[in-house]
């Protein structure tokens, strides 16, 4: 089993950057694959970016690509989403995920999740 805890969120203007940090507990981290996801007030919870297990494929979705970057470090037991050049629209909360098997752009693919944290970009 894995335990997940998210951190970093806050307010930052538009066209600034942002690093939210998920830190995991328990056995095995490195077989998990890692998203992040986020739900915006009165829409659905929507996929961000995913990194394999090992670190050296990643997806993103078409939304935050070539803005937002995932990031994980097995050793520490961490992953991180770099956001760039924030846009309003980025405001969610934000939710890290663990995949036992693949790291997929469903929801519905991970078996566990963080709490969340809010992200506000506004001027």
């Known amino acids: 089993q894995v335990q997940l805890v998210e951190s970093g969120g806050g307010l930052v203007q538009p066209g600034n950057s942002l690093r939210l940090s998920c830190t995991a507990s328990?056995?095995?981290?490195?077989?998990?694959?890692m998203g992040w996801f986020r739900q915006a007030p009165g829409k659905e919870r929507e996929f961000v970016a995913a990194?394999?297990?090992?670190?050296?494929?990643?997806s993103s979705a078409d939304a935050v690509k070539g803005r937002f970057q995932i990031i994980r470090d097995n050793a520490k037991k961490m992953v991180w989403l770099q956001m760039n050049m924030m846009k309003p629209e980025d405001t969610a909360i934000y939710y890290c995920a663990a995949a036992r098997s693949g790291w997929g752009t469903e929801s519905s693919e991970y078996d566990y999740w963080g709490q969340g944290t809010q992200v506000t970009v506004s001027s």
């Open positions: 328990g056995r095995a981290f490195r077989t998990y694959g």
């Open positions: 990194i394999s297990g090992s670190g050296l494929s990643t």
